[in-house]
């Protein structure tokens, strides 16, 4: 069920309407859906309820502590890769121990803080990485849990900026060399050996990269084993696909179910860091039209929101539904550009969309609840957008638009 909805010819999010939104509290700002997190985290938890595991939701995707306090409340992990990361999810009232720590270049500092905290693995990517750990885990006085991350070189068929297991890419450690790495870990004594970890990309719109990946993964569990080195978890990474524009990804239940058709009678934890597919169709981008302008044919709708808001179009040419949120019967529509403000020809949010617009209307950009806000900056000094969950007919401003007060507050002028 969608929770972004027309009603009476109007955009609501759950049971608020959208313009009520935007006349609260302005636009540009996301809008996110607490009862479409519910669901699409549930919807991983229920498919796997007769195996055990643990749904660690990727932070990167939305970080905002509205978003991870919803997802805590259902009993979630989470998958960081900064410390950053680390203490929203604690200031979110995450369990530590449901932690994973993903990322190549993980800080001794970083180290030494989620060890404090007891987090429940580190997914390591390179040997270096392994002997900095053991380092900083024997200065401590405790045992590092790990896993290392094995990059099982298959083809995700995913945009190259996001695929991230393939021989070529920088993540992971490469699966022919990981058994040498994991025999290795055996004889530190400050590592303890728990899980195998891979993550082969991100928006996979097809099972087969991941079934592919995971026999790698299931071959190498099996050789560990005759080795004398145990494994308790298998991670799978995030990675499953959403529908941006008609694509038709695999779902968690049919996923989990090919998933464990595989693992046999071994008896392994499966752990899972999904983000897009938890997020992203949980939000929406409000913007609202500024001006219609034509250069030479070409049909321009400048509106508020911009490439510093939302980066994927520019970033991928990543293609995101945009409607209007009283959508008009009293024109015909037109092919628009909707551009943002930003002095930058690549600063779009989409392109050649048929739409009937006026100046003041507002829009909506859809699946933006994922890598929307997160990957946001305030490039050409725009504040950064206010962040709203809807609950129900409850709005709570998670996060205030940021203000210029803010912006320059960290900064000082030269002295005299
Ligand atoms: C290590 C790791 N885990 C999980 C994710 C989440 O991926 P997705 O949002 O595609 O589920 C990512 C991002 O691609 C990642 O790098
Ligand atoms: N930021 C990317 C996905 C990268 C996933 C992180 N490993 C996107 O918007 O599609």
Redesign the pocket.
């Known amino acids: 069920m969608d929770h972004f909805t027309y009603r009476d010819g109007e955009l609501f999010a759950e049971q608020v309407a959208a313009s009520e939104i935007a006349a609260q509290f302005d636009t540009p700002c996301y809008v996110y859906s607490r009862a479409t997190l519910e669901r699409h985290y549930k919807a991983y938890d229920e498919a796997l309820a007769n195996h055990p595991h643990l749904i660690c939701y ?1 932070v ?2 939305n970080s905002n502590l509205g978003v991870l306090n919803v997802l805590a409340r259902l009993g979630a992990g989470f ?1 960081i890769v900064s410390i950053g990361e680390l203490e929203r999810v604690l200031a979110a009232g995450g369990e530590p121990s449901r932690i994973i720590f ?1 990322g190549v270049g993980k800080q001794a500092h970083e180290m030494r803080r989620a060890l404090e905290v007891g987090i429940h693995c580190f997914n390591i990517e390179s040997e270096a990485e392994l002997e900095r750990l053991q380092q900083v885990a024997a200065e401590m006085g405790v045992r590092a849990p790990i896993s290392l991350r094995v990059n099982p070189d298959v083809d995700a068929h995913t945009h190259p900026y ?1 695929s ?1 297991g393939l021989k070529e890419n920088k993540f992971g450690i490469d699966f022919k060399v990981a058994p040498r790495v994991y025999r290795h870990a055996a004889t530190l004594a400050n590592i303890e050996i728990c899980g195998v970890d891979c ?1 082969i ?3 996979l719109t097809e099972l087969d990269p991941f079934l592919d990946a995971l026999d790698r993964l299931l071959a190498l569990i099996d050789e560990l084993k005759q080795d004398g080195i145990q494994i308790k978890h298998l991670d799978l ?4 696909g959403v529908s941006y524009q008609g694509e038709q990804p695999p779902q968690p239940a049919d996923y989990a179910s090919a998933v464990l058709a595989r693992l046999g009678q071994r008896d392994l934890q499966l752990i899972l ?5 938890i997020a992203a169709n949980a939000g929406i981008l409000l913007t609202r039209v500024e001006y219609l302008k034509e250069n030479s044919g070409k049909h321009f709708a400048i509106v508020d929101a911009a490439m510093n808001d939302l980066i994927r179009p520019a970033l991928y040419r990543a293609w995101q539904e945009i409607i209007a949120v009283k959508p008009r019967s009293d024109g015909e529509p037109r092919s628009y550009d909707l551009v943002g403000p930003i002095c930058e020809t690549g600063d779009f949010i989409g392109k050649e969309r048929e739409l009937v617009l006026s100046p003041g209307d507002l829009l909506a950009v859809r699946s933006a609840g ?1 890598y929307g806000f997160t990957m946001s900056s305030n490039y050409n000094s725009r504040n950064r957008a206010a962040e709203v969950m809807v609950d129900g007919d409850q709005l709570h401003l998670v996060r205030h638009r940021e203000t210029f007060a803010q912006q320059i507050a960290n900064e000082s002028l030269l002295p005299d």
């Open positions: 990727a990167k995707a998958d993903s996001i991230t993550h990309g991100s928006q990474g995030g990675g499953l860091e999904p983000g897009r597919s994922a």
